[in-house]
């Protein structure tokens, strides 16, 4: 069976992304248009477009892209501006993002993940300006400063190092709290001081490290 992948691209937008309340026209442009059946595993390919986290081994799952059309939405991405994204996975979230902004720095922990989607941004011709580090973002460290930070991953509390990474008028999209029910949430790094905007709930792995330490029930 052949799919038509234009076709699912264009299913995806308007059946599962809009409907979820992404309006912003530069987002559903790069999500009309990026082929995300390049950025999954072969196996999973007639599943690209579907209302599905897959799975990308090591772990690690790609987000629903109703998720990934509200974190673009959210970051509100300028094309003059530098992101930082943490856990590049697939690479097509970092393609995503460097569509919409000038530079992306993305940070993966696994380095066959990041190998991988290296290579896959390379074959797409995509992502010339998205630079794959291998690196633990929990242990990580720089003093340049972003005017978006992207953590792909779930985090129990957000570490204090992920706020220091924006420029004044920086945003951090972040998915915090307990599986399985978690808030993602924009965090600002506004002249008045840091402001905490509730976005939506919903489930996801935790980066690695970041899981909250385990309650014992007696």
């Known amino acids: 069976m052949t799919i038509n992948y234009t076709q699912a691209r264009e299913n995806m937008v308007e059946q599962q992304v809009r409907p979820w309340d992404v309006l912003d026209a530069r987002v559903l442009e790069t999500l009309a248009t990026l082929p995300r059946e390049a950025f999954v595993a072969e196996s999973h390919r007639a599943l690209a477009y579907a209302d599905l986290e897959l799975p990308l081994g ?67 011709g995509l992502g010339t300006n998205v630079r794959i580090e291998t690196a633990d973002a929990l242990a990580w460290d720089t ?19 992920f706020l220091q990474w924006l420029r004044p008028g920086g945003r951090l999209f972040v998915v915090q709290g307990r599986s399985p029910v978690m808030e993602a949430a924009l965090h600002r790094n506004d002249v008045n001081g840091p402001r905490i905007e509730s976005l939506f709930e919903t489930d996801l792995p935790y980066l690695v490290g970041a899981a909250p330490a385990p309650q014992f029930v007696f």
């Open 58 to 124: 090591h772990g690690q799952s790609m987000m629903k892209p109703v998720v990934e059309g509200r974190t673009l939405q959210a970051l509100a991405l300028q094309a003059g501006e530098d992101v930082l994204e943490v856990g590049t996975g697939s690479g097509y979230l970092s393609a995503c993002l460097g569509n919409l902004a000038r530079e992306v720095v993305s940070l993966e922990i696994n380095p066959e993940l990041a190998a991988a989607a290296r290579a896959r941004l390379d074959a797409t």
């Open 143 to 161: 003093d340049r400063r972003f005017d978006a930070v992207c953590v792909t991953g779930a985090v129990a509390a957000v570490p204090a190092r």
